[in-house]
């Protein structure tokens, strides 16, 4: 198991992720703005069964996929240095959807995922906003995807939870958002902080063990925004 990582996460909580695998801590410079430079959901698309890599990811980073065996697609377009050149590989794939503002999205992403069923929001930070669970569940800071989702046809039984940003960390920022503090493997869910800190923590927590989700939180202390916690 690869977990990706920022290298600014907390030591604490690299700690407790060392645990479940190998951890890849990412860190870059030049390529996009020092708040989410070294954050996974920047440069890297996961979805069931790929996995799409900006092309101006370091080449260090590519030789450990590649040490680690994991089959990987390289996008077409690089990170850039702001938004929305910075937002083309932050995009949500679920086993049946892929959610994005698609007016930024890499083509690599949307001709690989071409089977699922494209939803488009207007919000470019779409995996730092969105925590998609199983069964169609999921948590976002972000009133547009909200809607959207919630709006989508009943058929797809989504059901969701809508949350302030208000009170989770991000360098240089008011706040950041709640998809980019957490990461999931199997039935747990991986916080970087402790609920016990979000003014909204216990509608989370309520919602999350509902679903069965067993709730790691890898430091007791403010919810910090480090752009996703992925398993490969």
Known sequence: MLIIVDDKMSPGAKQQ???????????????TYPAISGHPDIFFCQAPGHIIVAPNLPEPYFQKLRIHGIDFITGELPVGPEYPSS??????ATSELLIHNFRHTDFIITRTLEDLHPVHVDQGYCRCNLLAMKEGHFITSDQGIYKVLTGLHPGLHLDGVPVSPDGIQLEGFPHGFFGGCCGILDDKIFIHGSLDHFPEGEKVR????????????LFDGPLMDVGSILFV
């Open 87 to 92: 937002a083309r590989y932050n995009a949500v």
């Open 206 to 217: 309520m919602y999350l063990e509902d679903l069965g989700y067993e709730i790691v939180e």
């Open 17 to 31: 992720l060392s645990l479940h695998g190998d951890l890849m801590l990412l860190k870059t410079e030049g390529i």
